[in-house]
Nanobody, 125 residues
Framework: QVQLVESGGGLVQPGGSLRLSCAAS???????VGWFRQAPGKDREFVAG????????VAADSVKGRFTISRDNTKNTVYLQMNGLKPEDTAVYYC???????????????????WGQGTQVTVSS
């Protein structure tokens, strides 16, 4: 069982940056990891993911060039660096981990076994 705790959310002006962190209670190196978000009244959507044991990453078209996922397996922590934030990025952001998640399923929420509680990101002037 892996517990995930997100941090780093907050209120930021358009064009600003935030770095989200997701700390795991267990070893993350053997798990694929992903970030998802959910805005009020909308479905949860994929943001970015990174494969198991590798540096392969994927990102949603809506955040490509602005958001970067990274992982520090020595700290069992996953990061989401968010630059050029827009009001439409406002959402609760969740991290997820999946020991069995394959690269082709990184964008699929149901492919992950463990989820954090989420952290609120609000982009507003």
């Amino acid at each position: 069982q892996v517990q995930l705790v997100e941090s780093g959310g907050g209120l930021v002006q358009p064009g600003g940056s935030l770095r989200l962190s997701c700390a795991a209670s267990g070893r993350l190196a053997s798990s694929a990891v992903g970030w998802f978000r959910q805005a009020p009244g909308k479905d949860r959507e994929f943001v970015a993911g990174a494969g198991r044991y590798s540096s392969n990453t994927v990102a949603a078209d809506s955040v490509k060039g602005r958001f970067t996922i990274s992982r520090d397996n020595t700290k069992n922590t996953v990061y989401l660096q968010m630059n050029g934030l827009k009001p439409e990025d406002t959402a609760v952001y969740y991290c997820a981990a999946g020991p069995r998640t394959i690269l082709s399923s990184l964008s699929t929420a149901s492919a992950y076994d463990y989820w954090g509680q989420g952290t609120q990101v609000t982009v507003s002037s």
